[in-house]
């Protein structure tokens, strides 16, 4: 086994309300109790989207910060719980990844790690609350990327993402997951 040339060397929560929704929890009790199940929205209540910036690129090693922002749409729920969620992360590449692929590997593989991160702190602080244990679906962030190498936004019903805004600070990204 290998080490991986992308290694996180901090991170950090910006923003983080997490709240539980008792209202559709005790709703959904009593189409249970009712001998009804529940249904299933039709679509992945909540939202993502990723900014990068480069920090410092020297010879041999590539700094950037990666923020990944989840949250839920602001009419509803998610299996019972709100939450937004917006986490950094400072990330180095070391060896020999061609320059022209570094930014575009470090975007997707930046914003997986976090996005792991956050779902693991939504499971293990949903492990306590009266709804019970949420955990968010697995995604990919490949599509966040076009064929050029620019960041893409876009939803999961676009056939054709549009091109990806450049900010004073750096790409950005935002993709809806519905």
Same mark, same amino acid.
């Given at each position: 086994?290998?080490?991986?040339?992308?290694?996180?060397?901090?991170?950090?929560?910006?923003?983080?309300?997490?709240?539980?929704?008792?209202?559709?929890?005790?709703?959904?009790?009593?189409?249970?109790?009712?001998?009804?199940?529940?249904?299933?929205?039709?679509?992945?209540?909540?939202?993502?989207?990723?900014?990068?910036?480069?920090?410092?690129?020297?010879?041999?090693?590539?700094?950037?910060?990666?923020? %990944?922002?989840?949250? #839920?749409? =602001?009419?509803? @729920?998610?299996?019972?719980? !709100?939450?937004?969620?917006?986490?950094?992360? +400072?990330?180095?590449?070391?060896?020999?990844?061609?320059?022209?692929?570094?930014?575009?590997?470090?975007?997707?593989?930046?914003?997986?790690?976090?996005?792991?991160?956050?779902?693991?702190?939504?499971?293990?602080?949903?492990?306590?609350?009266?709804?019970?244990?949420?955990?968010?679906?697995?995604?990919?962030?490949?599509?966040?990327?076009?064929?050029?190498?620019? %960041?893409?936004?876009? #939803?999961? =019903?676009?056939? @054709?993402?549009?091109?990806? !805004?450049?900010?004073?600070?750096?790409?950005? +990204?935002?993709?809806?997951?519905?």
């Amino acid at each position: 086994m290998l080490l991986s040339p992308i290694q996180l060397i901090s991170s950090t929560f910006e923003r983080l309300t997490f709240e539980v929704d008792m209202a559709s929890y005790e709703a959904e009790l009593k189409e249970r109790a009712g001998g009804r199940r529940p249904k299933l929205p039709p679509e992945i209540p909540f939202e993502c989207a990723v900014t990068f910036t480069t920090l410092q690129e020297q010879e041999g090693v590539f700094v950037g910060v990666v923020r %990944l922002r989840l949250n #839920t749409k =602001s009419t509803m @729920t998610f299996q019972h719980y !709100r939450f937004d969620m917006v986490m950094s992360g +400072a990330f180095v590449i070391k060896g020999t990844v061609p320059t022209e692929k570094r930014q575009n590997l470090l975007i997707i593989n930046g914003a997986a790690v976090l996005f792991g991160i956050c779902r693991e702190w939504l499971r293990a602080t949903s492990a306590r609350c009266r709804p019970g244990v949420v955990v968010l679906p697995t995604v990919s962030f490949q599509d966040f990327l076009e064929q050029e190498g620019a %960041l893409a936004s876009s #939803t999961v =019903s676009d056939v @054709t993402p549009s091109k990806g !805004r450049r900010g004073k600070r750096g790409r950005t +990204a935002g993709r809806r997951l519905n």
